[in-house]
């Protein structure tokens, strides 16, 4: 079919498009580039909390976090936290706060079509709140328009309650890992949440 300069003209736009947003992807850390949704979750008709992107100043909190929810143990360390937020751009953390005090946050991994949940965790006083489906549904809506093919993470066999969760948005079971947890060499469930692609876009001839 012979194109109008309309429609050529189209097309060199709709190209000109993709490789800036190829380009963007391929420089700009997720932190940087990601949007929250909804910065705000409602607990009540009078409490919210806060949600942000993570920054270094965030470090503490997300530690804080982990002690309370780990027994005073912090599985993922300062250095590993700070080198996740300040140097790997495939990596980034949401942090909830209640007022000035952290209560819960979920870390990710975006790599290639992959999301891969690596840690989320919240606070025991702000647990059965929501909290973590406001957290999982964010994570699943970044990744939508990522373009990624699916979402990841693993659990403990033993969290029960987590896998239900998971399995109610999405997640699948995909195979046990054995001895996952370097602490206690527990199995670990992997799941994943299958993806629909974007909707690829049509170009319009004038």
């Known amino acids: 079919m012979n194109k109008g300069a309309g429609?050529?003209?189209?097309?060199?736009?709709?190209?000109?498009?993709?490789?800036?947003?190829?380009?963007?992807?391929?420089?700009?850390?997720?932190?940087?580039?990601?949007?929250?949704?909804?910065?705000f979750y409602g607990l009540s008709d009078e409490q919210f909390l806060k949600a942000k992107i993570?920054?270094?100043r965030d470090v503490d909190g997300i530690l804080q976090i982990e002690r309370l929810c780990y027994n005073g143990q912090t599985p993922w360390n300062r250095t590993a936290i700070l080198h996740e937020i300040r140097?790997?751009?495939?990596?980034?953390?949401?942090v909830m706060y209640d007022d000035d005090e952290p209560v819960a946050f979920v870390g990710a991994w975006f790599v290639t079509h992959e999301a891969h949940i690596t840690n989320i965790a919240t606070i025991p006083a702000y647990e059965k709140k929501?909290?973590?489906?406001?957290?999982?549904?964010?994570?699943?809506?970044?990744?939508?328009?990522?373009?990624?093919?699916k979402v990841t993470l693993e659990v403990r066999m033993s969290?029960?309650?987590?896998q239900s969760l998971y399995r109610t948005?999405?997640?699948?079971?995909?195979?046990?890992?054995?001895?996952?947890?370097?602490?206690?060499?527990?199995?670990?469930l992997e799941m994943s949440h299958p993806l629909e692609k974007a909707a690829e876009e049509t170009i319009y001839e004038e």
Do not use: C
């Not at 140097?87 to 949401?94: H, L, P, Q, T």
């Open 7 to 39: 429609g050529l003209k189209n097309f060199k736009e709709w190209i000109s498009e993709r490789v800036a947003k190829s380009m963007t992807k391929s420089f700009l850390p997720m932190s940087t580039r990601v949007k929250l949704h909804q910065p």
């Open 54 to 56: 993570a920054d270094e």
């Open 87 to 94: 140097y790997n751009k495939n990596a980034f953390y949401i």
């Open 130 to 149: 929501g909290i973590a489906t406001y957290l999982l549904k964010e994570i699943i809506r970044i990744a939508q328009e990522e373009d990624i093919a």
């Open 159 to 162: 969290n029960h309650t987590a």
């Open 169 to 188: 948005l999405g997640f699948e079971d995909v195979r046990v890992k054995k001895g996952y947890y370097a602490r206690d060499h527990e199995d670990a």
